[in-house]
């Protein structure tokens, strides 16, 4: 029998040789993209992302879940803070002059695809003598939805400094970083280098840790040692779900995975939110959604090393001291609190307890009735009654809409509420008054009405309340009817409110009984009061239930001159959403006599367009003029309490 | 059963199943056209990419299939040896591969396919079989 021939190893050899050298080919590829991508962040004395501590990134859930990673990926959590490279940024880096700085203009530039900036250095301490000019590379950006912030390295450590500058994304352009914040406008200048490393990273950050050798602020931060690192930069998966490596590990086995897939239950080794009880669901939103503070200095030690002990379904109090003055305004806690800062409660809260100041939506949520009250774990208020942190398949809208406010579709306006509160839905007229596909129909509108402010506008409180004159007379908090129904006096409110739902009327002032609650707050409110009713006048829904936007021009007109940057720049942005001021010149950072002139050239046009409106509660006379007496009484009676708020 | 045989089923095999899989892609790139969710969404990735598995292999097989009904024709491979096995080998492979992929994008969980993924080894160790052994007779000399 011939021996059967068969394929020698010379026929082998040319395969082998090819294959290898592929594989070589892709891995190098591999490795020198991930060299690069390291290289972006780790080689400018920018803080470190380090997976440690059982965290893996999200890199590591991707592969597996791949639907949730794409709608995070979209999300405005991922970019809270990115490695800044010309493709991240929101504004240009090519040879750009920006004048909107103290000092002298601040000049960017690429070199390849690294971002510089040179600027006056903000740390300058040299007396009355001109800061030197200062060139550093821009090595991370917080925030893209509302305003980016720039942080370049300092070169000490992986200490970061500020630019001078930021950039307002609905505007496309530059503020200085000062005006972008509630502060009076005379405040003394302050430097936020090390903020990054001291404050942002512990939630613009995954398990961030700061790592200074000593607390920010009790030492000069150019004297301490700084060796800040993240898991990974921008709030990331593992944030919310904890640390991911033991869930990766036990479920590279497919028998386990599919077992679980057939059982249908929750897997054991992470953190799913949704399925916590409400209390520990909302609290993994709370940890960055709160003000809170150390419960003692040695958790703020052990902090600054080991990251922030919370993990998502611990218990946040255990860990944290959330600052809520309608409940723990006693303890000795918020006693030294308030005697290291007295004012540290007034710059966030109403005086009734309501939070004023965004990013704080999980204090709102813990003194809402639908939280507080509730017994029924499936009827509580949680985050997630609203909120969904992945958009859902039943979800239509794009993804970009979607990760506008990250709304659920139960979320989006009365099915919210609806959900619980079963027989307005069926009959929203009955409650509401107003004709159920109107504004006043809205839960939100008048349950969440625009009364927190930060980032250059108000945002819905998230407390959930009631409309209530007497909150509105002792906190001088607006009330849902007042920012809509703009023209009208508390006493309306309070005449409406007594007779639809049999709310008790308090006992009102003559102002507030004759002069429109909104102009009472604009001419006499503090600062951040004066935003809110700004923003408002802004607002479509507000200017058709006012009777036409056309009074409210003159108003918006006195705040482009407000001591406040931030009053400024909302009260410009509202007149410009008036007919026949859309295109108002106005720089809310232009030296005073440039906003003056604006001032009046925006009294002028609107002069020439204005409809006449005899109406004592808007302070017009009968024959067209202004009530001046009124207003000047009531702009000499302002609030002038310097806010401040902790955005 | 002679090489001719065999030679004609692997023919038959492979002209039928080419079409059906060519009309499997058809299918596919409108499931592209008209935006199909259930296709193209994110969350059915492991769908998407199992099924375009399916209709490549399918068309690939079949094509094997065609080549091999052609090879069997001549020598050396019309005189090789296991042929009933070899052709076993083949067609349960032009089977399990390209169902098993497809059943597996049927349903899937988390980037896990379905069960019917588990068509899909043994109709890879069945095709790398056949392979194999036709591979051999071919290199006769």
Redesign the interface.
Known sequence: MPK????GKR?FLPIAVVAAAAGAAVSGAVLLTRAHRVADHLASNGPAEVRTDQYVSSNGCE?????HY?SWYRSFHRTMTQAATPDRVLASFEDVQVTQVPGRPMELHRRGRELWAEFDDPDWSGGGAAPPRITRRVVLATGSHNQQIYWYATGHDRLLGQLPAIRVVADGRWVPRRSATMHPGDAAMYSETGAWNGVCVACHATSGRPRLSAPLGSEPIAAARVETMAVEFGIACEACHGPGAEHGRVNRN?VR??RL?WAGGADPTIVQPLHLDPKRASQVCGQCHSLWEFLNPADERDANIRGLPYRPGDDLTASRFVVQPTRNLETPTMKTLLQDDPRFLGDVFWSDGMVRATGREYNGLIDSPCYQKATDPQRTLTCFSCHAMHQT?DDRRSLAEWADAQLSPAGIDRSACVQCHRTYGTNVTAHTKHDSNSPGSSCYNCHMPYTTYGLLKTIRSHQISSPSVRATVETGRPNACNLCHLDKTLAWTSTILSQWYGIAAPSLSEDDRTIAASLVTLLAGDAGQRAIIAQSMGWAAAQQASGGGNWMAPYLSLLLTDSYDAVRYIAGRSLRTLPGLSDVEYDFVAPPASRMAARVEALRRWRQIRVTRSDRALLMNVDGTFNAESIDRLVHRRNNRRVYYRE | MSAEDYAGRHRRWGWSLLPLFVAFGLVLEMLHGFKVDAYLNVSNETRRLLWTLAHAHGSALAIVNIVFGLALEREPVKTMANLGVTSACLLAATVFLPLGFFLGGVTSSEGDPGLGILLVPPGAVLLIAALLLVARAAGRR
């Open positions: 059967r021939p068969s394929i026929q592969a597996c879940h791949p639907d794409r497919p995975r599919y897939h398949s």
